[in-house]
């Protein structure tokens, strides 16, 4: 059957494009490296009309993006809509950058000490993972997306009630980069990993633990090797045992969505704490919520 | 009176140096732009022979060095000593790099969960404090440095008995420059940094809290130009709420030792809490400190 629309998940770092027929089967798919981190500001129109829609044969089609795309660092800024939000409300709320292309709005809630909280993407992927598992429409969810900010989602008989950031991802990243907990080694030492979980303590008091990954190797004879993976532990670590407590939800088994190497890593930090962790894929999460979208709104 | 030694405080972005008469007055001063943050490997002992000892008429005086110049990345690692440890455990452990050139031991203890922690330079400058102010000889003190790595140091009759570092200042600057927070703001928005102080909470749940750094900005309306004062508050803020309080010394006033602007934003986070916090001033104090070092030593 020939394709009948185009959904982009459109992020940060990556661009995920798929072209469906009328029935949501997927005739074409492509990864383009144009996350919106790496396009210079006004560039994302051009670059989506020379690359994204001629690589797919999807010039005339209409199209639905979701994700930082609709950041003010994408495309243009669609606007947040507040929770509770179910996927009709997404449907409802798509933002027209033009007559053809539609962006899902971000989500904002009530955050820490009255402080927002706001997030792009994660919705979809989330809305998506329940309309692929009907048994996890009812009742309460907590979903996890480790990513570079992660995203924890609950979820209330189908819809995202409230969720909570964490910095992590990024935080790992510029550490290793720019600080002097930069080094040659690479994230994947087991050991270290673990005991960089177990640095982690409560959550609490993070800035004092994260000097334990110098003083661990200059007074206490680790492998500077091992930083890498000590850091990536003991953040994740802080991250699981800080968030679930923080959203009156400790000890609730937690449904992880993403990339399957992130996901482990977040499901051993929570298998020590004593709670369950299920690995959902991202992509046929993101996929799915797109594709109800476009259904909702008439696209299909 | 003729120079009879040269004392330096050689530490990670710059080096202060003296040459100090057989009375322990100071003959002649200078700062360099040699912090072995900036030196190239093995470069440390050239750049001392052939601009420092220059610049103060110093090249046939013995000389005596603390800081970050006897670490890994300085001129050569300096053995730790651990806690306790008063000045003239210091004087009686330097570490020789020549006939006639001494380096300060760093020192260690126990840190978090039975990491260790160390410090380089901090030794110097609280027990140059410590002879400059002979009151606070006796009895229980805490004496907090705010920098690159803030270390909060626990006095007990004299001696050094424990510490506790926090990676606040590098990790303010890493954020600063790389991560989504960077932006053209200056650090002097009062009202963000008040506003960063009441976000951090109680030190806990950092990962989240980082985050709203971000939303206050993408959802909350919040001018992105007072991002870093933000920052700046909420890590202070975080430190402050969390060291004393692992250092099981919650509510004792705190002597901020160190540059006056840093120190004045530590007294207010502190006097929020309603801690009570003094300033003194960090060059002195390690001048004193070398000087006290330097007699015991019978370089004086």
Chains 1, 2 share one sequence.
């Not at 243009?76 to 449907?91: H, K, S």
Request: net charge negative.
């Amino acid at each position: 059957m020939a394709a009948a629309v185009l959904v982009c998940d459109w992020g940060s770092t990556s661009l995920r494009a798929w072209t469906l027929d009328a029935a949501g089967k997927v005739v074409a798919q492509q990864r383009f490296p144009l996350g919106v981190n790496r396009l210079a500001p006004g560039e994302a129109a051009r670059r989506f009309d020379d690359e994204v829609r001629p690589a797919l044969g999807a010039e005339a089609l209409p199209a639905l993006l979701c994700g930082a795309i609709g950041s003010n660092v994408g495309w243009r800024t669609a606007p947040y809509i507040d929770c509770p939000t179910a996927l009709d409300d997404i449907a409802r709320s798509l933002f027209a950058v033009r007559d053809d292309v539609w962006i899902a709005p971000g989500l904002r809630c009530e955050g820490l000490g009255g402080a927002c909280d706001v997030l792009r993407g994660e919705e979809t992927k989330a809305l998506g993972w329940l309309a692929l598992n009907p048994g996890d429409r009812s009742g309460r969810r907590l979903v996890c997306q480790p990513g570079t900010h992660s995203k924890w989602l609950v979820i209330e008989d189908g819809r995202i009630v409230r969720f909570l950031s964490a910095f992590t991802g990024e935080l790992f990243a510029v550490l290793s980069e720019h600080s002097i907990l930069r080094n040659d080694g690479d994230a994947s030492d087991p050991e270290a990993f673990e005991a960089g979980l177990a640095a982690a303590g409560d959550g609490d008091a993070l800035l004092n633990r994260l000097y334990t990954a110098r003083s661990r190797v200059a007074g206490g004879g680790a492998a500077s090797g091992s930083t890498a993976s000590y850091l990536s532990g003991l953040l994740i670590g802080a991250e699981v045992a800080a968030t679930p407590r923080l959203l009156g939800l400790e000890g609730d088994p937690v449904r992880l969505l993403g990339d399957k190497p992130a996901c482990d890593r977040y499901a051993l930090a929570l298998g020590l704490r004593g709670v369950a962790a299920r690995h959902a894929d991202g992509e046929a999460a993101v996929l799915a919520g797109l594709t109800a979208i476009a259904r909702l709104r008439g696209l299909l």
